[in-house]
């Protein structure tokens, strides 16, 4: 009876126990469910921290100069639509992106590359007016005018290349939304001397040349005269201009009345010829078409054809 009672006596104190606290096993459960929410911020926060050191050495490696060449490779990855350019013309076809500007929504806008090949006195500076004229296209005036451009054929190509990524800075520059890039060339000015290089640069670069010449050897021989008289004169309010853009310019100009030398005119003028004719046929592999001044005043809309 006495085992019995001690029994009994454990009994009513569990349910005792269990009246005040609750369940024992529910009161186990409750204090392990606190135990995993430490565990996860714990966890957290170390994945935060790692997180963070992968991030500032990921940083580190790659550096500025990476990062800004990974930024140039993207840019330059950006497709253009060059399905509208017929297959014969894609050669002439160019997307440049210059380096000193940002083409923004012209980027996709295509250039043609062009030069005006000429000699002194042919009427090309009135001709490179004409194309500047156009909203969408750059003539950039003789820039091999100046000797330290033509030295050698690594100043001409840096020269060549600088204008043709629309980065050469001129008057006549229209940057953003240019159609069609080129310059002035005179024979004499390194394009003779270095002419197989300059039609492999052409060629390989789509260049495409424009011969512009005059007919009348004579004529061009008084302009030539007639400026360098003015030239050391200054008849224009002390200042010699080789182009005039007044009739008021024009007729102090004419004035003038060269003496021509008649015993060597006729071996002046086959110099002249000879001289161009050799020129022209050593670049006549670059793709070109050839006009004439005398052409072009006559008719000023006439189309040409290379």
């Not at 004229?133 to 100043?155: L, Y």
């Not at 360098?228 to 080789?242: F, I, M, S």
């Not at 002249?272 to 005043?297: C, F, G, P, Q």
């Amino acid at each position: 009876m006495g085992g019995f009672k001690e029994e009994d006596k454990a009994d009513a104190g569990e349910e005792w126990y269990t009246y005040l606290f609750g369940n024992k096993d529910t009161l186990i459960l409750k204090t392990q469910k606190k135990s995993p929410l430490v565990l996860r911020m714990v966890v957290l926060a170390m994945s935060m921290m790692c997180g963070i050191f992968i991030c500032t050495m990921c940083v580190k490696q790659i550096g500025s100069d990476s990062w800004s060449r990974i930024v140039k490779i993207e840019v330059a990855e950006q497709p253009c639509n060059k399905s509208l350019v017929p297959i014969s013309e894609v050669q002439f076809v160019h997307y440049p992106q210059p380096l000193t500007y940002s083409r923004s929504e012209c980027m996709c806008t295509p250039v043609r590359f062009f030069a005006i090949i000429s000699s002194q006195r042919s009427g090309s500076g009135w001709f490179e007016t004409l194309l500047n004229s156009h909203m969408n296209v750059s003539s950039n005036g003789e820039v091999f005018s100046r000797k330290e451009r033509r030295s050698n054929m690594s100043s001409i190509i840096k020269t060549l290349d600088k204008v043709y990524s629309l980065d050469w800075n001129s008057s006549a520059s229209k940057n953003q939304c240019t159609a069609a890039v080129g310059l002035k060339w005179m024979l004499n000015q390194g394009l003779v001397a270095n002419h197989a290089d300059i039609v492999d640069y052409f060629n390989r670069r789509g260049v495409s040349a424009i011969f512009l010449f005059r007919r009348n050897l004579l004529h061009q021989l008084v302009s030539q005269l007639a400026n360098n008289h003015d030239r050391y004169l200054r008849q224009l309010n002390g200042t010699h201009k080789a182009h005039v853009h007044t009739s008021y310019e024009a007729n102090i100009l004419a004035k003038y009345k060269p003496r021509l030398n008649t015993s060597s005119l006729i071996r002046r003028l086959k110099q002249a010829d000879d001289y161009t004719r050799v020129a022209l046929e050593n670049l006549k592999s670059m793709h070109h078409i050839t006009i004439y001044y005398e052409d072009l005043i006559r008719n000023k809309t006439v189309s040409f054809c290379g």
